[in-house]
């Protein structure tokens, strides 16, 4: 018997690609050694990175490591716009750390190498078609993130933030590994695919107190890394406490990798029945506690931290349909699991400018400081405070905003499609909480400057980067554009 596996190359372009620009900027900084070169040569790969995913995207599926019909490696259209988005919000925090790394905050080489190792696992995890390769790509893309957020040299807070977000870490992926140990003990298989075919054709698998024990276990795994209540405590102290940049990516692209990891185990491999109630239940207190504490924060970085537990809580709740006989058909489960990814990757290109704007209202290399610090930032820097005004406007799902708009609708007519009309009024009414902080620190960039600003904050003038300046930009574009033409995603998502 033959042993040797073909491998398709193409459908792997886009992990050799990632994995391709870690290793190129290693060696651009050991020869080179000039960090315009290195950062120069890191948002390259990235680019490349993106073109090469949407391009094995743009044809059929394509499927390698196989073991009769069984794949660790599936790249279709959906793995496509994972791949696509992180290379690009790669893009961008490298965009956003430029002056902080010209200023010599954090070593260059370091900085790009380890975001682009980071990068490398948000594309493998989009393909990952076995739980082993899903898990090591997880930790392929959080572990580079330990070193990142205490890069802040001289930082108290940025320490403290690292060794909280590693110890959180550690215990979330124990947990996902026993999890993923107890199925493979009962079912004998590790592919998502086949574990969810061989629970749903062996009904005493399911009744199984393992299975239970292992179905819960690897939930509670994955929440940590979505920050879903009550799982989140890490969050706010790690983003408050990494430097402006590296907590744009911990909101966006490592949330990101979060959500598709949970997606994955959920839609292919875990039974509905059993998931549904406890993921209704997750996005139920992951939306009302993060809208609810949110609008008790002073400093930018916590508000934006606590917002974005609740938007993790509006992605989780057409999941939460499952829960009911109605929303496990064909035709329900496949608007709830597009309508999850699609309001995702809405999510993040608008947190994504709201870091962006936050970045171009504060000194370079500092960190969120108060809403005190942004008080009227309008009068003095009016396109930037606009810029982040209409994020935090899509965030709330308050038109110009549409993206955030059109998020919303999607998500509430996915439950309604469901039966889950009585999780469709949570998701509204923690909507209308959202505005109260949306709106306050909206109000705050065109209030009167007070006299004597807290910590000086609103008397600094802040020279705006080239580069800052274009990755602001570029994101407050994309939000608008996804807010006219929201089908282009959800056509994707459903992939």
Known sequence: MNVVQSVDSVALLPAYLAAGTAV????????????????????????????????????????????????????????????????????????????????????????????????????????????????????????????????????????????TFFVVSVVATTLTLLGAALLYAVTGGLHLDRLGALLAEQPELRDLPLT?????????????????????????????????????????????????????????????????????????????????????????VRLLAWSSVAQAGYILAPLGALALAAGRTDEALSAAYAAAVAYAVFFVVLELAAFAGVTALRPAGADGGTLDDLRGAARRHPWRAAAFGLALLGLAGLPPGLAGLFAKVTVVRALLDGGAAWLALVVAL????????????????????????????????????????????????????????????????GR
Request: glycine share 12%; charged share 10%.
């Open 24 to 163: 190129l900027v290693l060696v651009t900084d050991l020869i080179v050694a000039r960090p315009r070169a290195t950062i120069a040569v890191a948002a390259l790969g990235a680019l490349g990175t993106a073109v090469g995913a949407a391009l094995v995207g743009a044809g059929a599926e394509r499927r390698t490591f196989c073991v009769g019909a069984d794949c660790s490696w599936i790249f279709g259209g959906r793995a496509a716009l994972v791949g696509v988005v992180v290379a690009l919000l790669t893009v961008g925090v490298l965009g956003l750390s430029v002056p902080a790394l010209r200023a010599g905050r954090a070593p260059a080489g370091e900085y790009a190498f380890l975001l682009a190792c980071s990068m490398t696992g948000g594309v493998v995890l989009g393909a990952a078609g076995d739980l082993i390769t899903l898990i090591v790509a997880l930790e392929t893309l959080t572990l580079p993130l330990y070193v990142l957020v205490g890069l802040r040299r001289g930082s108290l807070a940025s320490a403290e933030a690292a060794l």
């Open 212 to 300: 239970t024990a292992a179905v819960a276990v690897l939930l509670v795994g994955l929440a940590f890394k979505v920050a879903a209540v009550p799982f989140h405590a890490w969050a706010p102290a790690t983003y408050d406490g990494a430097p402006l940049p590296v907590a744009a990516y911990l909101s966006t692209a490592s949330k990101l990798g979060g959500l598709v990891a949970l997606l994955a185990v959920v839609q292919r491999a875990l039974p509905a029945d059993q998931t549904g109630p406890v993921l209704a239940l997750l996005a139920v207190l992951t939306m009302t506690v993060g809208n609810l504490v949110a609008l008790r924060q002073q400093r930018t």
């Open 430 to 493: 923690n909507a209308v909480i959202g505005l109260a902080y949306y709106l306050r620190v909206t109000a705050a960039l065109w209030a009167p400057t007070p006299l004597a600003p807290a910590n000086g904050g609103g008397a600094v003038a802040v020279p705006l980067g080239g580069v800052v300046a274009v990755v602001l930009g570029v994101a407050t574009v994309a939000a608008v554009v996804l807010g006219v033409a929201p089908q282009l995603v959800l056509d994707l998502a």
